[in-house]
């Protein structure tokens, strides 16, 4: 759900800024069949849960065609940016429903542990999804917001994208640079409380 909430999100804010492209191609929806990647949703995780290796995935990514969009570089990190905000958008929607969930008098709380992962989970994504590596959001994000030849020097790095992150994850950098930002959003939720 949090994926397929994410890149809609991302479909949602192209097609706003005027790119039908997504649209058209039936990306504008929650159905989880039109942004599963096989590889990335559905092989690398059950790979890294059959082996122990640290979980990365992701869902087949959202095109745009900035031919449409007004202002190329803006739109295209507003798009970006569309999806981690609609995972911090899903871990309030799960908090306020957590909270009122406690509130009511029902034994057993089974929904107490799936409502706390959502919480946990979407702000993980939003977090993951912001750090500034392109193809992540946070890297075209941050392309948007430099200066046109560094943005160009940042989108040299997309084909390594990947080996970056999973550097950056086996070394413990990434974990140390999002763990308190993780711990800055979930007390700001209330979940340490």
Known sequence: MSLSFHEA???????????PTARQLGR????????????????????????????IGW????????????EPRRDFAL???????????????????????????VEPRVLADPLR???VLNVLLAVFNMFPIPPLDGGNVLMGLVPAPVARAINWLRPYGFLIIYALMFT???WRVMGPIQVFLLSILGFFN
Do not use: C, Q
Request: charged content about 10%.
């Open 79 to 105: 798009i970006a940016l569309a999806g981690p905000v609609s995972n911090l958008i899903l871990a309030v929607a799960a908090t306020l429903a957590f909270e009122f969930y406690m509130r009511i008098p």
């Open 117 to 119: 992962m959502a919480i």
């Open 172 to 174: 413990g950098i990434l």
């Open 9 to 19: 999100a991302h479909a949602w804010a192209a097609n706003r800024l005027g790119d």
């Open 28 to 55: 504008l929806t929650l159905n989880p069949l039109a942004h599963i990647d096989w590889i990335g949703t559905v092989l690398f995780p059950l790979v890294a849960m059959s082996s122990g290796l640290p979980l």
């Open 59 to 70: 869902a087949k990514p959202v095109p745009v065609d900035v031919r449409y969009l007004r």
